[in-house]
């Protein structure tokens, strides 16, 4: 198995698990879980698309490097959503304040099927 397969698969799981975060009742608990849930995956977003464009012949170093590469190749459609994406995840370090949380959360809950469309293009 190839290093993106197994980032690909470990991203499938992942966003299964921010889906199923993501449906329970929007209690405080059940927010922080799908907040944990949106990081990793992210984090394993980021990851996979990196490996997919190195795949392709191309380099990128962060997070908003890869997405310009990636909306570049066509791998992902609307980059300004990849960029709110990253700048809720850069959010989560203040989740103590109870406004950011819930922007971040609102982000979350969406997150699941920008990737969705992500795993769609790599097939």
């Not at 690909?8 to 993501?22: G, I, M, P």
């Not at 990253?86 to 989560?92: D, F, Y």
């Not at 971040?104 to 790599?122: G, R, S």
Request: hydrophobic share 35%; proline share 2%.
């Amino acid at each position: 198995m190839t290093k993106l397969q197994s980032l690909r698969e470990d991203l499938v799981e992942a966003n299964q698990r921010l889906k199923e975060a993501s449906n329970l009742e929007p209690t405080r608990i059940h927010k922080d879980a799908t907040i944990q849930r949106f990081e990793f995956t992210f984090e394993l977003v980021w990851k996979t698309i990196q490996e997919y464009i190195r795949d392709q012949g191309f380099d990128c170093k962060s997070p908003k490097s890869c997405f310009r590469t990636a909306a570049e190749i066509d791998l992902i459609e609307d980059i300004e959503i990849w960029f709110e994406y990253l700048k809720a995840r850069n959010l989560i370090a203040h989740t103590y304040n109870e406004k950011l949380s819930n922007e971040v959360y609102d982000k979350a809950v969406k997150f699941h099927c920008e990737v969705d469309n992500l795993l769609k293009e790599f097939e």
